[in-house]
């Protein structure tokens, strides 16, 4: 589950949050991701934070529901995108053979490691048969609170095992943040398929 401290952490520093983040470009790794799906498929944006990709999917044409676990961050979210966010933490997932795709971009960096192989049971659930995830965390070891909120980081050695009972990796790569100004900080980026 991600832990309350962090909820707390994004409902209070939402606007915050946004302004450091919604300028920064996915594009690369969208390229990668979208050429893994059907035209104009559907999209569960999961832990959509302020919105951003949720608002560059459905400019690519893409069919897209957004959740976040903030209420705040859905209000952010409803802003940037004009459309409406469902407020769900990831273990209320519950749908079946829905997405073509579940875009988790810095997300599920915020479940305890324990929980994690759960939390992807349910993303596979809500996908179709070959449907495809895409994950992302910060690399390393670190698990614990930092900053006022929970990260589970990992590495491709930690990451595999967690996917394996559901997912096949299509491709695993590390990237800087794309942030302004934090580029040296290292992403472990992954997609992979329902099996």
Request: charged letters at 20%; one cysteine or more.
């Amino acid at each position: 589950m991600t832990p309350s401290k962090t909820i707390d952490y994004y409902d209070s520093n939402a606007a915050a949050f946004v302004r450091e983040t919604v300028g920064a470009s996915m594009a690369d790794v969208l390229d990668a991701y979208v050429s893994m799906l059907p035209p104009g498929g559907s999209v569960l944006d999961w832990g959509c934070g302020s919105g951003r990709d949720s608002k560059a999917l459905r400019e690519l044409g893409f069919s897209v529901t957004s959740t976040d676990g903030s209420a705040a961050m859905c209000v952010e979210a409803l802003s940037a995108t004009g459309t409406i966010v469902r407020h769900e933490t990831f273990q209320e997932l519950s749908e079946s053979d829905c997405y073509d795709g579940i875009w988790a971009c810095a997300s599920l960096l915020h479940v305890h490691p324990e929980e994690l192989p759960a939390i992807l049971a349910l993303a596979a659930n809500a996908l179709k048969p070959g449907g495809v995830l895409y994950c992302s965390f910060k690399y390393g070891s670190f698990v614990g609170h930092r900053n006022g909120r929970w990260f589970t980081c990992l590495d491709e050695g930690a990451l595999v095992p967690l996917l394996e009972p559901c997912f096949g990796v299509a491709r695993m790569w590390v990237s800087g943040d794309v942030r302004p100004g934090r580029g040296g900080e290292p992403w472990l980026n992954c997609l992979a398929t329902k099996r």
